[in-house]
């Protein structure tokens, strides 16, 4: 079902030039960090525990939980990540365009309660709008003072800087992130000892939190952690943004109660998917961006859960839901995401580096018509070499997830569609072309 | 070939004021040496190396890396074709061949007179518009054939130079203050801003 929960990050959406100060402060805005500064860190982070916040840009960590991490010696950096380039989410991409402001104000409400030295707002680099929208909203929140020396003259003072990237997936990798943000390629650290809330940026206690993440405190500083947490059901609480795309008549950025919305609403509901388009059958969707695990239409009824989709072998990841109709080629599809990772491995491990390309090149064979039967097999070997075992959460061959991450699409689509692609290699080529 | 000019080299020193080490101003000083020749030329790569203390080598190692950066000479509309998985399910190939006969050169080419380069690229975030492109990093979605040859016409004939600047400017609005939190405002830096972006009023395709 559908709630009639209000939405929390996306409320200003559709406000007349709501990426500006005057918009921001005629909706309530910067009134977060007001009270934040007025509670003292120890309470709003007590706040942001209760409200069990899971992290929004993939991994789900609780974001309380991460802040009380956060090793002791000093100085402390606080990192946002809005470098969001999971296939199909593009719901940061959205707010830092829409509502720069309440990135802001949700950034210093984190470096308040961290006690960060100063914070960085990573930006992918292809967003302009955004990087232009947030670096406006910037100059405008100095002037304003809430940024900088002495913010509303409480005594708390921390900079912000808008870092903008330059194109790599893996930056939104964290550790790849910071490296990427210490001016070096995109290689990411390996855990331990590079664990960023103990050794981060310039070795230094780190925090990275998400752009969507960090949206929702200014409403739970002001509405309480109760509150939030009176939203959703269980582990999983507050509203969430799930981007939309594929198949469905209207692809598009939903803020929606946790939990309580199944799929089969996100999908089909008129006031939101509504439905597949021409009326197709649904054939799987992704619940949770390229990397996770795909469902079927069995699966429609569960509910947007992070603890029930990590249950049936999936994830809600980045929250981006793929719809793929009847008419889709599986093979083609698990093709197009294995080219993706092949593509965008930093190419620091083995596994990945060329197991990727190895597992490109055949799904590419296959689809074409010059596929053999050995091939699926082949696959799944190759697919348990960076990820042992084939199960999920996987098992890491490698430095970051991102090689594991690739046996996703084709373990899950030659389960599901197995035949599809023997008729692939009888055939000699693609039965949907 | 040019160094980087005197007020890009005001810039870069502003920029390096943001960071507790120098080094992690490289990358948003590449997108200043991109913005100023539309890539990244060998004398502008020496110079940013000059100016952090690190060697040619070094700043090409990191530039060579990233998907944004361009070591050689690229069109003053990088138009850029998304194919990946919410493009590909709503005609993103098809808009990218069409993109390649329309404009006569192949996906990673430049048109002779130097006005495009195309290119294919992984997902750009604005999947309920799909299929979509971007040019120069400024967003179009549901993007039809007739559509994108509209919309080549209009870069060629400069209809659109307002919202699609040339390669390399990825950022029109300039950060007008350093860092304060040290000391009291108002703070020392910086370079004047030039005239606010102008925000084009893409279509919103969220909640």
């Known amino acids: 079902m559908i709630t009639d929960a209000a939405p929390i990050v996306t409320a200003r959406l559709g406000v007349p030039n709501s990426w500006t100060l005057k918009a921001y402060l005629e909706t309530g805005?910067?009134?977060?960090?007001?009270?934040?500064?007025?509670?003292?860190?120890?309470?709003?982070?007590?706040?942001?525990?209760?409200?069990?916040?899971?992290?929004?840009?993939?991994?789900?960590?609780?974001?309380?939980?991460?802040?009380?991490?956060?090793?002791?010696?000093?100085?402390?950096?606080?990192?946002?990540?809005?470098?969001?380039?999971?296939?199909?989410?593009?719901?940061?991409?959205?707010?830092?365009?829409?509502?720069?402001?309440?990135?802001?104000?949700?950034?210093?409400?984190?470096?308040?309660?961290?006690?960060?030295?100063?914070?960085f707002i990573f930006v992918r680099g292809e967003f302009a709008l955004g990087i232009e929208r947030m670096t406006a909203a910037l100059n405008e929140a100095y002037a304003y003072g809430a940024v900088g020396h002495d913010i509303f003259g409480s005594g708390f003072s921390v900079d912000v800087v808008i870092h903008p990237g330059a194109g790599a997936y893996i930056c939104g990798e964290e550790t790849a992130l910071l490296e990427s943000l210490e001016g070096k390629r995109g290689f990411p650290r390996d855990k331990p000892p590079y664990f960023p809330a103990v050794m981060g940026l310039y070795k230094k206690p780190t925090i990275v939190n998400n752009v969507e993440s960090v949206s929702n405190l200014p409403w739970i500083v002001l509405n309480s952690g109760e509150a939030f947490k009176g939203l959703g059901q269980?582990?999983?609480?507050?509203?969430?943004?799930?981007?939309?795309?594929?198949?469905?008549?209207?692809?598009?950025?939903?803020?929606?109660?946790?939990?309580?919305?199944?799929?089969?609403?996100?999908?089909?509901?008129?006031?939101?998917?509504?439905?597949?388009?021409?009326?197709?059958?649904?054939?799987?969707?992704?619940?949770?961006?390229?990397?996770?695990?795909?469902?079927?239409?069995?699966?429609?009824?569960?509910?947007?859960?992070?603890?029930?989709?990590?249950?049936?072998?999936?994830?809600?990841?980045?929250?981006?839901?793929?719809?793929?109709?009847?008419?889709?080629?599986?093979?083609?599809?698990?093709?197009?995401?294995?080219?993706?990772?092949?593509?965008?491995?930093?190419?620091?491990?083995?596994?990945?580096?060329?197991?990727?390309?190895?597992?490109?090149?055949?799904?590419?064979?296959?689809?074409?018509?010059?596929?053999?039967?050995?091939?699926?097999?082949?696959?799944?070997?190759?697919?348990?070499?960076?990820?042992?075992?084939?199960?999920?959460?996987?098992?890491?061959?490698?430095?970051?997830?991102?090689?594991?991450?690739?046996?996703?699409?084709?373990?899950?689509?030659?389960?599901?569609?197995?035949?599809?692609?023997?008729?692939?290699?009888?055939?000699?080529?693609?039965?949907?072309? | 070939m040019p160094r980087l000019t005197p007020d890009n080299v005001r810039r870069c020193k502003d920029l390096i004021g943001l960071y507790p080490q120098s080094r992690s101003a490289l990358i948003p000083m590449l997108h200043v040496a991109q913005e100023q020749?539309?890539?990244?030329?060998?004398?502008?790569?020496?110079?940013?190396?000059?100016?952090?203390?690190?060697?040619?080598?070094?700043?090409?190692?990191?530039?060579?890396?990233?998907?944004?950066?361009?070591?050689?000479?690229?069109?003053?509309?990088?138009?850029?074709?998304?194919?990946?998985?919410?493009?590909?399910?709503?005609?993103?190939?098809?808009?990218?061949?069409?993109?390649?006969?329309?404009?006569?050169?192949?996906?990673g080419a430049t048109t002779d007179d130097g006005e495009f380069t195309l290119e294919e690229v992984e997902c750009i975030a604005f999947c309920g518009a799909a299929p979509c492109l971007a040019v120069n990093w400024r967003f179009f979605g549901s993007v039809t054939a007739d559509a994108f040859d509209n919309l080549v016409d209009d870069l060629r004939t400069g209809r659109l130079a307002d919202e699609v600047p040339p390669h390399g400017t990825l950022c029109r609005v300039r950060r007008n203050v350093g860092l304060t939190a040290g000391g009291p405002p108002p703070a020392t830096t910086t370079t004047p801003a030039p005239a606010p972006a102008t925000g084009s009023a893409e279509k919103r395709d969220g909640a």
């Open chain 1, 29 to 119: 805005g910067y009134e977060g960090l007001r009270k934040a500064l007025t509670m003292g860190p120890e309470a709003v982070s007590a706040e942001v525990m209760t409200a069990n916040l899971l992290g929004r840009g993939g991994a789900g960590f609780e974001v309380g939980r991460k802040w009380s991490m956060l090793a002791k010696p000093r100085p402390a950096y606080l990192v946002i990540n809005g470098d969001e380039s999971e296939p199909c989410t593009y719901k940061d991409h959205m707010l830092l365009e829409a509502d720069p402001h309440q990135i802001i104000e949700g950034t210093l409400i984190c470096a308040f309660a961290t006690g960060a030295a100063q914070a």
């Open chain 1, 234 to 433: 269980g582990r999983s609480t507050g509203t969430r943004i799930f981007s939309l795309s594929g198949h469905v008549r209207q692809p598009a950025n939903f803020e929606i109660e946790m939990s309580k919305t199944t799929f089969r609403d996100l999908i089909y509901d008129p006031k939101l998917g509504g439905g597949i388009r021409n009326d197709n059958q649904l054939k799987a969707f992704i619940p949770g961006g390229a990397s996770a695990p795909w469902f079927g239409p069995d699966q429609l009824d569960m509910g947007l859960d992070q603890e029930a989709v990590g249950k049936a072998g999936s994830m809600l990841g980045s929250g981006s839901v793929i719809v793929m109709d009847h008419t889709t080629c599986m093979v083609r599809a698990a093709w197009r995401i294995t080219r993706f990772f092949h593509r965008e491995s930093c190419g620091q491990c083995t596994p990945c580096r060329e197991g990727g390309g190895w597992l490109d090149k055949i799904l590419h064979r296959i689809e074409t018509g010059a596929g053999r039967e050995a091939d699926l097999d082949l696959l799944l070997d190759i697919c348990d070499n960076i990820a042992p075992g084939l199960s999920w959460p996987p098992q890491k061959t490698t430095i970051c997830v991102l090689g594991p991450s690739i046996p996703s699409s084709i373990t899950s689509a030659i389960r599901m569609f197995r035949d599809e692609f023997l008729v692939h290699i009888k055939e000699g080529g693609c039965p949907f072309a």
């Open chain 2, 37 to 107: 020749d539309g890539w990244l030329t060998p004398e502008a790569m020496e110079h940013v190396g000059e100016m952090l203390g690190i060697t040619p080598a070094e700043v090409y190692g990191t530039a060579s890396f990233y998907d944004m950066l361009f070591t050689t000479p690229v069109g003053r509309h990088l138009v850029s074709v998304c194919t990946n998985l919410a493009c590909l399910l709503n005609g993103g190939v098809e808009l990218l061949e069409h993109a390649e006969a329309s404009l006569g050169i192949a996906a």
